[in-house]
């Protein structure tokens, strides 16, 4: 039978016991918790209600405040209409602009996407939100009878806070997503950022915030809470085993990252001062021993330009790998100069980060000669303004070779041979260098260095399954005869792993698979590392008023099974949209697209929008999702 609970004068029909999505279920005789893709928390007194979250379902005529933990738009959009039908607004102080200037982040963000060091997630209102109130920890929030306490909870993002409250003979604490259900984590890549102690920049903080969220869920124990209602997921109802498995887990997780990383190589005292941030001691890292092999330079036939690597011929002419500033460019010319070089006959691109990438497009207007890359870099490097990922240059390489994977070609007193190398990023290729007197050295982009793996930004999209990623690579060098010299062109020595090597880091990818898969509360853990699996292609385009565009939606499918896909853009008042939502059935570890049609008003007042996209499938109902940016053009 239906039962009611009465807030004010609201009545609300929720079903005893576990409610499902939409339904209201009482917790205790103040406080009802309505579970959908947000948690909504009703909390009366007096006649009036004062509401955690939001309102997901839609059950509230009216609030008289709404308390947000964190800014992210798949969190706030639950709260928004309560908060614009007259309810007060109170927001962590630290997050203020993300949710009141939220038109300067993203007019920024036109241009500050691209050399983007920082990699926050851009899960960021696409439309300001009024707010009433800023509170940081240690305020009180006064309500009627009750008072609220803020406690700042970093971790799960910047600034957050969360709420703890004594009703009904409970102590309840709101703690957004520093937890979900007992002992899981809703996703690892929200944790990367710079850690100012360790010296480290966001784009190498690999799940930066971990020291801070296992800080701040200390912190919240330390409260002495019955229950803990997260912002999605199941309320926790023993939190201190709850909170004590998830610390547990993400130990393990960040353990198992360090103990194969490449930063190890680059930066050894500061990457043990990560470990001490998350687990108390660098010893609790099992660190590989660094690459059996370790020569102190290449051959004299490559030559170290900053991080290109420049391959010269017997006859003087030159091949480079990658160019990313006028410095090497200017060595070049140099070389040219004093003919100890002769000409370029091509620029080959091992992955799309701007220090590789930049001035490629410079470089080939003054020398004339080809630009080659593996096939699946090629669309990124000559349209970047489609994509969001770090580390982007803005400027297009037109007129680019593709190359298959495996694809040989013959220069000089070399063979060529292209591949397909996922290491460091998603789009990622390699080139191996075959000299007639048997000299072989395989230019790997930044994927290894002699200590591991460089996977120390979770945006570049390395994957778990067995067949991609790092796996990929360490199968592909595995197979390799063991009589070539791996060049990481940030690194001048060049280094080999041995064949216990390769399949150790194979095992502890193994492990860090499992670790996650407990650590997420996915079917796969691919969805917990991978922001990107659902995004709008292109990401930024151009329009003018009354123009159609198409909101391609790419679905990444992680999962081991079919799975059904249905997506509905949000798109801003006064555009057009056909379909208004559609669905389609996406093959397991399989990318698929859903196309949409969208008209421009020939009235459009903004020069920006930001249209977002809903993705549900399985039990899963992700509001505003991802996103796109809309330039109109007069």
Known sequence: MPKKIIIGSIVIFALAGISSAGEVQELSPRVSLCRDSVNGVFIESQGQVLVIYGDPAGRLEKAQKVLFTDSRRDLVWAGRSLVDKGAESVVPVNQVDKFAKVDDFWSAFVKNRYHDYDQQTTKILAEPLDVSRTVRGGDVIEWKDLSLRVLDTPGYSRGSVSYFVDV?????????????????????????????????????????????????LREVLKQNPDILIPARGP??????SAVNLLIQRLQAAYSNYLSINAGHWYFKDRYETLAKRA???????????????????????????????????????????????????????KLVKTKRLSGLDGVYVTHYHDDHTDKVAELVRQFQCPVYSCRELADVLERPEAYRLPAMTANRIA???????????RWKEFDLTSYYFPGQTLYHGALLVERDDGQ??????????????????????????????YFYCLDLLLKMPQDYLLVNQHVVETFRFNKPQLEHMIEVLTKRTEILADLFP???????????????HPYGQKAGFGQN?????????????????????????????????????????????IRFRATVPSDAAKSLYIITCDVEFDKWDLRHWCESMLEISP
């Open 279 to 333: 687990l108390e001691s660098p010893a609790d890292v099992d660190w590989m021993a660094y690459a059996t092999v370790v020569e102190k330079r290449p051959p004299d036939w490559v030559i170290p330009i900053r991080n290109s690597r420049l391959l010269l011929s017997k006859d003087g002419s030159g091949l480079l790998v990658d160019c990313g500033s006028t410095a090497i460019i200017a060595e070049i010319t």
């Open 522 to 536: 996915w079917d796969d853990p691919n969805y917990g590392i991978d922001e990107r699996w659902a995004r709008i």
């Open 168 to 216: 009904d003979g409970r102590r309840y604490g709101f703690v957004g997503d520093l937890i979900y259900g007992d002992g899981h984590l809703f996703d690892l890549y929200s944790l990367q950022d710079a850690v100012a102690d360790a010296q480290i920049r966001g784009y190498h903080g690999y799940a930066g915030r971990i020291g801070d969220l296992i800080s701040s």
């Open 399 to 409: 007129n680019l070779t593709p190359l298959a994977h495996g694809q040989k070609k």
């Open 440 to 469: 072989k050295i395989f230019f790997i982009g930044d994927s290894f260095t002699p200590s591991g793996m460089d996977d120390y930004c979770l945006l570049n999209r390395n994957f778990l399954h067995r067949g991609t990623g």
């Open 549 to 593: 565009i198409e909101i391609t939606v790419k679905i990444l499918n992680h999962s081991s099974s079919v799975r059904t896909f249905t997506v509905k853009p949000n798109v801003p008042e006064g555009f057009g949209l056909e379909p208004k939502k559609m669905s389609r059935s996406v093959e397991p570890r399989k990318e698929a697209e």
């Open 235 to 240: 309320v926790v109802e023993t939190p201190e």
